[in-house]
């Protein structure tokens, strides 16, 4: 049901081309053409995602930890779109109730991942040499550990749970922040307009906190939306890993590592909290790449 | 200018990398071709700590310690216990003395040359505290020492009498090893323990695999064997396979040719299956279970221990992902074990009202708003942590179904997942509320090492996870070793599930059972050994090809 609501709200967004009457091109109307039917129908899952986290009683029509032991296995049906699981609970109620943690996971440890790499980043582009390159030279060991092996290294020291796995992932995706930070600090502070201020007599924090981080900050939108898809994925592993979220929690990974025992006799367990980990994943890059390009555009 | 940006590539990259967890932690990577006729491979569900049984002592260690070690004396079917290494024994009228004559003409693998050293050899080992043997060393409490009087006399002291002495004694936790390998580091002896058994071990991969080969100077086979000499097949692969799936995947390609832990999940397909014969036996001794921490609170409290018991639907939870492949238990005694009373089965059947009611004099009267119970501001929260890779892929259901349960008589049931290491340690300083256990031997007196105060320390485990002391129990247990009438100690057992059935201090699942597949389109004859019911591979010989 709600999987095909979303290309009817794509083809009402592409209908409103057309209608705009004005013979020079708006701004929406260019928004319109220029975006590809794929980026349209990735926004529309996305909003759907959106909405599922913030208001999933709109969706949800069984509680999503009621187990019910004598229709558990059930594939899916009117009743249970998704089947159910191992337990009798609703699949379908479950993804949707795991939306949430798994967005919000996501942005948290995007968030975290962007203020460590941030802190890093922007120091080593305004810093001298020195500690330019000691701060490179720190995160390029980081990068001798793959992202992942770095969040599992955080959740062996901190324990497992949401909140270490939202640290961990952090932690782990820091590295890759701080080194694009850098290079858009140290182009920021090779612009003229920084040149400009200094010239002008502003003091160096000020500069640093009105000119340099703004500027550095403007494209972190698109890196935020990028960001987001990996993160969902890492924080999903975590959990698949018995690391992350706890039982009975609706988490997508916990339930993926759940139904992977039961693909043979009951592939709809796994395979929903799947689709949607993949699908969260694919969306909110989809989205973020053509944010990208379209900033790009305008510069 | 954000050329530093990630490429969709990598992204993608990622998506795969995730998809792909599913297919790498399953831990294949055997050769795909199937295996030869001189090879056995035996995919075993969960993973070894250590290969000496005496250290630690799980199951895992005595299935493997089953094909490579023999034991003092043997037990057949019906319990009646027969010679092994040892030929002969006399027990002294005290029942403090065991004068133990072991064979002559026997060696271990690595040449040494077995004799009633060895008998002292590997009873010290085992209640050396450097071994942390929880099983080996738990069941010799009543032990003193060993004395050698000439080559092949051990006189044997106990401290107090103990009449299953010479039961736990034919269990492969128990088996002997070459006392020359036990001189060596713990760890040493771990990765390549040596006994006198039909099969040596050669290589230890931990968590992946174990390489046997064929004592081809076997000469020692117990009287239960269907032959003797050295065994039929020439090597053993004994593969560790966690997985549920996989495990059984492996067995349906015909990439192994047995597994043990059957999931149940896929019982009514093996079944259905010419070429795949189940092996199924319940054990004996103390049934899965959850046990209550009675030295803290909530389950310090006799009526929420009650509460709890009463709260959990387990036979829904049996039938619905057992499939009804596993026996209910409700005593703290399994069904097929000596001395066991169907008496305590439905003592704490479920009933929420009297959930409730027990809950209310115990003082947690009010409800929070997620409905759990409070008392004092305080939530009633109990805190269980879990090692979900210990456990069949029904059991995590099983105890989520639990905590459901429990919820809605207003328990909070935290499943704290945890890698083995720091569940066990938890366990062992009963930083816990729940712990999920079961302990197979094959007596009553298992009544004495799960709920006596005698078992609440750590050996590398603590095998009284309840923490339960009672010199009443103590005192009946101690008492049922001490006779050899079977009336007299049918009723102190008796008494002693009383006891412990009227403290509340376990959730009693299921009975533990062996439960194993054998492809029998390419291998006859696996046997399940009679003291633990583990798979034992001595006779198993290669099918005719026709």
Redo the contacts between chains.
């Keep these: 049901m709600s999987l095909t609501l979303d290309p009817t709200t794509t083809a009402e967004g592409g209908t409103a081309a057309p209608s705009s009457p004005v013979p020079a091109p708006s701004r929406a109307g260019r928004l319109v053409r220029n975006t590809p039917i794929g980026v349209w129908i990735a926004a529309a899952l996305l909003a759907f995602l959106v909405l599922a986290a913030i208001a999933p009683s709109v969706f949800l029509r069984q509680d999503p930890?009621?187990?019910d032991?004598?229709n558990?296995?059930q594939s899916p049906n009117a009743l249970h779109l998704f089947g159910t699981d191992?337990?009798?609970r609703d699949v379908f109620s479950r993804v949707i109730a795991g939306t949430g943690q798994s967005l919000l996971l996501g942005l948290a440890a995007t968030a975290i991942g962007l203020i460590l790499g941030g802190a890093l980043g922007i120091t080593a582009g305004v810093s001298g040499k020195w500690l330019d390159s000691a701060i490179c030279r720190f995160v390029e060991v980081l990068f001798a550990f793959p992202g992942?092996l770095l969040a599992l290294i955080v959740i062996a020291v901190s324990g497992?749970g949401v909140v270490t796995a939202a640290i961990a992932v952090g932690v782990g995706s820091a590295p890759?922040y701080a080194?694009?930070l850098r290079?858009?600090t140290l182009?920021v502070v090779a612009a003229p307009y920084v040149e400009t201020a200094l010239s002008l007599g502003r003091s160096r924090s000020h500069i640093l906190w009105h000119t340099i981080v703004p500027n550095v900050g403007r494209?972190l939108f698109?890196?935020v939306t990028?960001g987001i898809?990996?993160a969902i994925?890492?924080a999903?592993?975590l959990s698949?890993?018995?690391?992350g979220a706890?039982?009975?929690a609706a988490e997508w990974g916990a339930m993926?590592a759940?139904g992977?025992?039961?693909?043979?006799?009951a592939w709809w367990i796994?395979a929903f909290p799947?689709i949607f980990?993949?699908l969260a994943?694919?969306t909110t890059?989809v989205v973020g790449?053509h944010l990208?390009r379209r900033?790009?555009a305008e510069? | 200018?954000?050329?530093?940006?990630?490429s969709?590539p990598r992204?993608l990259a990622?998506?795969a990398?995730?998809?792909g967890?599913?297919l790498t932690?399953s831990g294949c990577g055997g050769s795909a071709a199937a295996s030869e006729d001189d090879t056995f491979v035996f995919a075993t569900g969960k993973d070894i700590s250590c290969l000496d049984p005496h250290v630690d002592g799980d199951m895992p260690q005595a299935s493997i310690a089953a094909n490579y070690l023999d034991s003092l004396v043997s037990q057949d079917s019906e319990g009646a216990i027969h010679p092994w290494l040892a030929t002969d024994w006399s027990v002294s009228d005290d029942g403090l003395t065991y004068t133990f004559t072991v064979r002559d003409d026997v060696w271990f693998t690595d040449g040494t040359k077995l004799t009633a050293e060895a008998v002292k050899a590997n009873l010290d080992h085992m209640v050396d505290p450097d071994t942390q043997s929880g099983t080996a060393g738990g069941y010799l409490k009543p032990y003193t020492s060993t004395e050698v009087v000439d080559d092949t006399t051990a006189v044997v002291t106990l401290n107090r009498p103990y009449a299953a002495f010479l039961e736990v004694l034919a269990q492969p936790f128990l088996g002997i090893e070459s006392p020359e390998a036990l001189k060596r580091p713990r760890a040493e002896n771990c990765n390549a323990p040596v006994g006198s058994g039909p099969y040596k071990i050669v290589d230890y991969v931990p968590q992946s695999k174990v390489s046997l080969v064929r004592n081809e100077d076997y000469n020692s086979a117990p009287p239960y064997a269907k032959h003797q000499g050295p065994a039929h097949i020439e090597k053993i692969e004994w593969r560790i396979v966690p997985?549920?799936?996989t495990r059984y995947?492996l067995l349906r390609a015909g990439q192994v040719d047995a597994l043990d832990l059957m999931?149940s999940?896929?019982f009514d397909e093996a079944e259905a299956d010419p070429n795949v014969e189940l092996i199924l036996q319940d054990r004996p001794g103390n049934p899965t279970n959850l046990i209550l921490n009675t030295t803290r609170a909530p389950f310090d409290d006799l009526n929420v221990r009650k509460a709890f018991l009463r709260s959990a639907?387990v036979d829904?939870?049996i039938?619905?992902?057992y499939f009804g492949t596993v026996t209910r238990a409700g005593g703290p005694l399994s069904s097929t074990t000596g001395f066991y009373s169907p008496d305590f089965e439905h003592v704490y059947d479920p009933d929420p009202d009297e959930a409730a009611r027990l809950l209310d004099e115990a003082g947690w009267t009010e409800r929070d708003d997620e409905g759990y119970r409070v008392k004092d501001g305080k939530r009633l929260t109990v805190h269980f942590p879990y090692t979900?890779d210990w456990w069949p892929?029904?059991h995590?259901?099983l105890?989520?179904?639990i905590?459901?349960?429990a919820k809605k008589a207003g328990f909070e049931v935290?499943?704290?997942?945890?890698d083995g290491a720091s569940v066990s340690e938890l366990g062992n300083n009963f930083e816990y509320d729940l712990r999920a256990d079961y302990w197979n031997t094959n007596t009553a007196d298992v009544l004495r090492i799960v709920f006596s105060s005698e078992y609440t320390e750590s050996a590398g485990f603590v095998p009284n996870g309840s923490g339960f002391r009672n010199p009443e129990l103590d005192g009946i247990l101690n008492d049922a070793l001490a006779t050899d009438d079977p009336e007299v100690r049918k009723d102190l057992y008796y008494q002693a599930q009383q006891i412990v059935s009227d403290n509340a201090l376990q959730l009693p699942l299921y009975n533990q059972a062996s439960q194993v597949a054998l492809r029998r389109d390419r291998f006859t004859s696996l046997a399940l050994e009679p003291s633990l019911s583990l798979p034992y591979l001595y006779d198993v010989t290669v099918v005719d090809s026709e």
Excluded: C, K
């Design positions: 930890f009621e187990i032991p004598a558990a296995f191992q337990n009798g992942l497992t890759g080194r694009m290079t858009q182009q494209p698109v890196l990028l898809g990996q994925v890492w999903s592993s698949f890993l018995g690391l706890q039982p009975p993926l759940d992977r025992n039961y693909l043979q006799v796994a799947g980990i993949t994943a694919l890059t790449h990208q900033l790009e510069v | 200018m954000t050329t530093a940006s990630p969709t992204s990622l998506l990398a995730a998809a967890l599913l932690t997985e549920d799936s995947g999931p999940v896929h639907y829904a939870g039938n619905s992902v979900p892929t029904a995590q259901a105890v989520t179904q905590q459901a349960t935290l499943i704290e997942n945890g």
